[in-house]
């Protein structure tokens, strides 16, 4: 069965530090992979999402990028944190016939 | 005007009651549509797809109007564990990408 996994799972960051956080999928080959983030009380907004090693495309002008060095493995990163940057966090896959998206856990950051 | 609408809510509703929600798309061209639910801080589940001669699945209800650009989820028998956020999600085929909705908070109450 495919597992999707991300960490960390929290993290409190200060303002104009880096950021890391990694994604990675099992038990399926060449998925689509996507970043979110939820701000507090408000709805998912997609960030980035993938259709293949190497390609990413970007949803929202921000400092945040997004990379997926191998195939089920998706990274988000800032060089420079802001206090906006706050929220949860989710990655998530999907096969090419759009159906079902699953998501992994979560990662909640708090930039102070 | 937002690709996918919800009322936020809050719909307080008393345990055994009957509570429906809906969501309107903007897209056209969309081909997948989905009701998830999401716990307080946890990551979203799908609770169901949503087929267009629509669907049941126990307690819950969805149906499709694409005339009209609008889905629908029908909770029965309100259990006190269906307490979340139902979010709308619509895939428009070809793009890859799913748009949620804001979602609509549920609060069944004892």
């Known amino acids: 069965s495919q597992t999707i996994h991300q960490w960390p799972a929290t993290l409190v960051q200060p303002v104009g530090s880096p950021l890391s956080l990694e994604c990675t999928v099992e038990?399926?080959?060449?998925?689509?992979l996507y970043w979110y983030r939820q701000a507090a009380g408000r709805g998912l907004q997609l960030l980035f999402y993938?259709?293949?090693?190497?390609?990413i495309s970007s949803e929202v002008p921000q400092n945040l990028s997004a990379s997926r060095p191998q195939d089920r493995q998706f990274i988000l990163s800032s060089k420079k944190l802001l206090l906006s940057d706050s929220g949860f966090y989710l990655c998530?896959?999907?096969?090419?016939?759009?159906?079902?998206?699953?998501f992994g856990e979560g990662s909640w950051l708090t930039v102070v | 005007r937002k690709e996918v609408e919800q009322d936020p809510g809050p719909f307080n509703v008393p345990e055994g009651a009957t509570v429906a929600f809906n969501c309107t798309y903007s897209?056209?061209?969309?081909?997948?549509f989905f009701w998830y639910r999401q716990d307080c801080r946890k990551e979203p589940k799908l609770l169901m797809s949503?087929?267009?001669s629509g669907n049941e699945d126990g307690r819950f209800t969805a149906q499709l109007n694409r005339a009209s650009q609008y889905i629908s989820l029908l909770i029965r028998d309100s259990k006190l564990s269906d307490s979340a956020t139902y979010l709308c999600?619509?895939?428009?085929?070809?793009?890859?990408?799913?748009?949620f909705g804001t979602g609509t908070r549920l609060k069944v109450l004892a």
């Open positions: 999600v619509v895939n428009s085929g070809g793009t890859y990408k799913y748009i």
């Open positions: 998530a896959w999907a096969t090419d016939s759009g159906n079902t998206i699953y």
């Open positions: 993938s259709v293949g090693i190497g390609q």
């Open positions: 897209n056209s061209a969309s081909q997948s």
């Open positions: 038990g399926t080959s060449n998925p689509n």
């Open positions: 949503v087929y267009s």
